[in-house]
């Protein structure tokens, strides 16, 4: 009995390497999984603290959408402050005179991107209201005859 303990005792580092190389081969296996979920879950954080952590003022997100669309003279372009509701979370809205063609769909493509990389945006620097909303407009009216 004691020589066959005594065997045994002399087999278990052999028998921890296995079970070292087994554990690592199952981790090895699960690894791709967890850095997946790891990925999805940092991404589902950076989300929801993207608003507090670089929120755009309303007037960069009006000089981004001009700068996008290049409007045509005297076409005006309103940001408005909107109150955000549980769906959209949104605390704004973009409003367009009347743009054709090109300018157009480059206004509704930017909007839709922004809307989806901005939904908060910081009115306290927006002094202009429209009733008790916040409003900033775009009228350019250079070189109009």
């Known amino acids: 009995m004691v020589q066959r303990i005594a065997a045994n005792i002399a087999k278990l580092p052999e028998l921890s390497r296995k079970a070292r190389r087994l554990q690592s081969r199952a981790q090895a296996r699960l690894r791709p999984e967890s850095q997946r979920r790891l990925a999805v879950y940092a991404a589902s954080i950076d989300r929801r603290n993207r608003t507090a952590l670089a929120m755009k003022t309303a007037e960069e997100l009006l000089a981004e959408l001009i700068e996008h669309v290049r409007p045509p003279k005297e076409c005006p372009i309103k940001l408005k402050e909107w109150p955000a509701n549980h769906i959209t979370l949104r605390n704004w809205i973009a409003i367009r005179g009347d743009l054709v063609g090109p300018e157009r769909e480059r206004y509704d493509k930017k909007v839709t991107q922004?809307?989806?990389?901005?939904?908060?945006?910081?009115?306290?620097?927006?002094?202009?209201?429209?009733g008790s909303r916040r409003v900033i407009l775009f009228l350019?009216?250079?070189s109009v005859d």
Not at 114 to 130: A, C, F, G, I, Y
Request: charged residues 40%; proline residues 5%.
């Open 114 to 130: 922004l809307r989806r990389t901005d939904p908060q945006v910081d009115w306290s620097n927006v002094n202009s209201r429209e």
């Open 140 to 142: 350019d009216q250079d």
